[in-house]
């Protein structure tokens, strides 16, 4: 369908019929971007102002704990209580999941839960004005590269594409009303490439958006087999869900010949930052509050959210797990909004030495950037402590490869930790659809 016809009719009128009011948030956003700090913390305050009246009024969770801080008004909540108030942890959540749900919101929850990268999945729930602004913001994200809403889009996807009838009804109204098409992302191998490149090339996308694990082996066949795709390449790649690495961002720029952007964020938290053409990862200050706690003397601490936008469940000062660093210069874009400096991930993105400290995955990962033609691996380390790599390219590992590779690892590490290799064909995504490059059964172990 034409786009500019889905951007300002089909669009609008097919998010206000699920109850979203995603087109004018979007509207929003677009004017609020380039905001004077001063004019962004006035609006800031007041939807936390709004947001905290309505916690005091419907969400007992937050009534205790406002009150235990010595509040008796409503009229006292603001950034200054915000800044008492204790960090809501995830065992928070599991253990008053019922009390953070705002009563006047009960007929519009809609209930989600995370992939549990520690084995126990997090139930929460959001609402259609949270998921309004969420999406917004990838939108506003994505239409600094000249991606408006409408585009032709392609979303390589960690969900089987799923062959019911109300499965294949949603797939029809997404591509020849929404100018939207799915592909599965769990199969990695030749022949499911092969199928996509196929899509590819009759759909002829402008945006290409999924997993870097993923778009990373289409640029890999599309460098293998160039002819088929007839001539297409994209003209905005937006990674998401996975740590993007610069090998990765370097291999599609190369062959994809256009911007590779990445977005961040969370589905419990929201949509908290999306790259600029200069760059920067912007942070969506209209919608989200970020602070660091306990930052380290590089500035990097633990990622805590205040959600301005989330009223079914709020979320005040919730600590994500990541681990991030604030930025304070100025971007050369032009978007006044301030912007993330460091992502480190999870905290359950670390090794365990033998002395019970913590190693980050990029210590190893950076290792196997450096093995020509790997094509997949993945980290998983044993509660033994003891870690398996798992390679797959299509020549051997010589085993003077696999001895320097061990031995520039222990030295990243500064630990002995047995470490041994094995070399499968393929390796498949993990439940939730993503490819976990690091499975530390001895972090979770901890939990």
Not at 185 to 200: N, P, S, T, V
Not at 385 to 405: G, K, N, T, W
Request: one cysteine or more.
């Amino acid at each position: 369908m034409h786009e500019g016809f889905v951007r300002s009719v089909v669009f609008p009128l097919h998010e206000r019929l699920r109850g979203r009011s995603t087109a004018a948030c979007y509207a929003s956003l677009r004017g609020s971007e380039r905001l004077s700090p001063d004019a962004l913390k006035a609006l800031q305050d007041r939807k936390l102002q709004r947001l905290m009246t309505h916690c005091w009024n419907h969400v007992p969770f937050y009534r205790r704990r406002f009150e235990a801080l010595g509040v008796s008004h409503p009229e006292e909540l603001g950034p200054g209580v915000l800044a008492r108030l204790p960090l809501l942890e995830r065992a928070d959540v599991r253990e008053h999941l019922d009390d953070l749900l705002a009563d006047d919101h009960r007929d519009r929850l809609i209930r989600h839960a995370t992939s549990g990268s520690t084995g126990q999945p997090l139930v929460f729930y959001t609402d259609p004005l949270k998921e309004s602004w969420h999406n917004a913001a990838k939108l506003r994200g994505r239409a600094w590269f000249g991606i408006e809403p409408g585009s032709r889009q392609v979303d390589f996807w960690g969900s089987p594409v799923e062959l019911s009838k109300q499965d294949a009804l949603r797939r029809f109204k997404d591509r020849w009303f929404l100018n939207q098409v799915v592909i599965s992302g769990l199969d990695l191998r030749d022949a499911a490439l092969a199928r996509g490149a196929e899509q590819l090339r009759r759909f002829r996308p402008r945006l290409v958006y999924g997993y870097p694990t993923v778009l990373y082996h289409v640029a890999l066949y599309m460098e293998r087999h160039p002819g088929a795709f007839d001539g297409w390449r994209p003209e905005l790649v937006t990674c998401t869900s996975e740590v993007l690495y610069p090998n990765q961002r370097d291999k599609m720029l190369e062959i994809f010949q256009c911007p590779v952007g990445n977005e961040y964020g969370s589905r419990d938290g929201g949509h908290l930052a999306h790259e600029c053409p200069a760059g920067r990862l912007h942070i969506a200050a209209e919608h989200v509050l970020l602070e660091v706690d306990e930052p380290d003397a590089q500035g990097v601490g633990d990622l805590v959210v205040t959600n301005l936008d989330g009223y079914g469940m709020p979320l005040l000062r919730y600590r994500l797990g990541d681990q991030v660093a604030l930025e304070r210069e100025p971007c050369s874009c032009g978007v006044t909004l301030p912007t993330l400096g460091h992502i480190m991930g999870r905290m359950t993105d670390f090794i365990v030495s033998r002395d019970g400290s913590l190693i980050h995955r990029t210590a190893l990962v950076g290792v196997l950037r450096d093995v020509p033609d790997l094509k997949q691996f993945r980290i998983i380390q044993r509660r033994d402590l003891s870690i398996e790599i798992l390679l797959v390219r299509d020549a051997l590992f010589p085993q003077a490869l696999l001895d320097d590779v061990r031995r520039k690892m222990q030295g990243m590490m500064g630990t002995d930790l047995p470490i041994r290799f094995s070399f499968p064909d393929h390796i498949p995504a993990e439940k939730s659809g993503k490819y976990a490059t690091l499975i530390s059964e001895a972090y979770a172990a901890r939990q």
